[in-house]
């Protein structure tokens, strides 16, 4: 479950596994790959797929026992084997295909005063669960600040942008940096690939915000300053569903 909101029951589900022989392999062959994937702490995949093919959604499960034979016969008399498992959802919510949306500076408006580039990024959410975004930058070549949105989250009452979009500043990052924003509150804020500090600069300031579910498109504000044209977000979007 997520910090904050309801608590979610497991994702409990029965598998009845068939394994078979192919052309080119024997049963057993099958068989000793499915209990790769059944092992004891190893993660798998349920993927289901609409007839029509044009829509999936996947399910992140690990196995809870092990599995029982689902027949006492010999297997090697029609190259068949069943077995029955009951697994569990390492995240109870099934995910669509994730949203994704970029963003370059030549998109957006240029102000010479502070060399900044004021633009928008389009955020989305089909499911029908909340979530959270990730950000990331491409390699830099020159010196960029980038500012983003705190989803749709404005400053209360009382505070001195009463009103305004809440937002985080990320520390300047230098030429050859790569970085990942991630909004969700148990994830490291910013991380950068050469694995330098950077998310010490910003002082524990975390985002607080998610991406409400049922989100039609919609643009956030996005400022950076310095950059070039080639500067390059991207953001992605997790679209979770509860059926």
């Known amino acids: 479950s997520q910090p904050g909101l309801d608590r979610v029951n497991e994702r409990s589900v029965k598998l009845t596994i068939i394994t078979e022989a192919t052309d080119d392999y024997p049963w057993e062959v099958s068989d000793d790959l499915c209990w790769q994937v059944l092992a004891p702490r190893e993660f798998f995949v349920l993927r289901m797929e609409s007839r029509d093919g044009l829509e999936a959604r996947e399910l992140n499960l690990r196995r809870v026992v092990e599995p029982e034979p689902g027949r006492t016969d010999d297997p090697g008399e029609d190259q068949k084997m069943k077995w029955v498992s009951t697994v569990i ?23 010479p005063e502070d060399n900044s580039w004021n633009g928008f990024i389009e955020v989305r959410n089909d499911g029908d669960q909340d979530t959270y975004m990730e950000i990331a930058g491409n390699e830099i070549t020159v010196p960029e600040t980038w500012t983003f949105p705190d989803s749709f989250g404005v400053y209360p009452e009382g505070h001195e942008k009463e009103g305004q979009q809440v937002t985080h500043t990320l520390p300047t990052l230098g030429p050859g940096k790569e970085f990942l924003v991630s909004t969700h509150p148990l994830e490291e804020t910013l991380r950068v690939r050469d694995d330098s ?9 975390d985002f607080e915000f998610w991406i409400p579910a049922h989100t039609p498109p919609s643009l956030l504000p996005v400022k950076v300053v310095g950059g070039t044209a080639d500067s390059e977000v991207t953001v992605y979007i997790p679209q979770a569903y509860d059926p």
């Not at 959802?89 to 102000?111: I, K």
């Not at 500090?197 to 300031?205: G, H, L, P, S, T």
């Open 89 to 111: 959802g390492h995240d109870p919510f099934w995910y669509g295909p994730e949203f994704t949306s970029v963003l370059t500076p030549s998109e957006g408006t240029y102000d």
């Open 197 to 205: 500090q950077e998310w010490a600069k910003m002082r524990a300031e």
